[in-house]
């Protein structure tokens, strides 16, 4: 997932995933749709926001629901449109203050075409 869009390691590869989610552009399940047989062990890398975020959808702190919510949220962003979770740049600031967010902008132009851009979105959540 990451090689194929540009990022720079798998956890920004999750943490776009998880931005997608938390923005309701891929749905999730209330149940978390992973299997226990489809789990394969991996350790990421989430911005302080995302594990709020994720700790507030599960209810609680518990690590093993909240890994199977972020495999479930994989899984679900591997089901939707590549443009749907890597063609929109989700920046939890503001493009013009982010050297990373312009680079990702070029990025996904090159790759898609006109971006879409959604800012500051981790506020008030």
């Not at 869009?5 to 749709?33: E, M, Q, T, W, Y």
């Not at 962003?77 to 749907?84: F, H, N, P």
């Not at 929109?88 to 203050?97: D, I, N, S, Y």
């Amino acid at each position: 997932m990451a090689a194929a869009h540009s990022l720079p390691d798998s956890s920004k590869a999750v943490r776009c995933c998880v931005n997608c989610a938390a923005l309701g552009a891929v749905k999730i399940g209330s149940d978390f749709g992973v299997q226990k047989g489809e789990l394969i062990e991996r350790s990421f890398v989430l911005a302080e926001e995302q594990i709020i975020w994720a700790k507030g959808k599960v209810g609680s702190d518990d690590k093993n629901a909240m890994s199977t919510l972020v495999a479930d949220i994989v899984k679900a962003s591997m089901a939707a449109d590549e443009q749907t979770v890597f063609g929109v740049v989700r920046c939890k600031l503001k493009v013009a203050e982010c050297e990373g967010a312009k680079d990702a902008v070029d990025q996904i132009e090159k790759k898609y075409g006109a971006v879409q851009v959604k800012e500051d979105i981790w506020q008030g959540k």
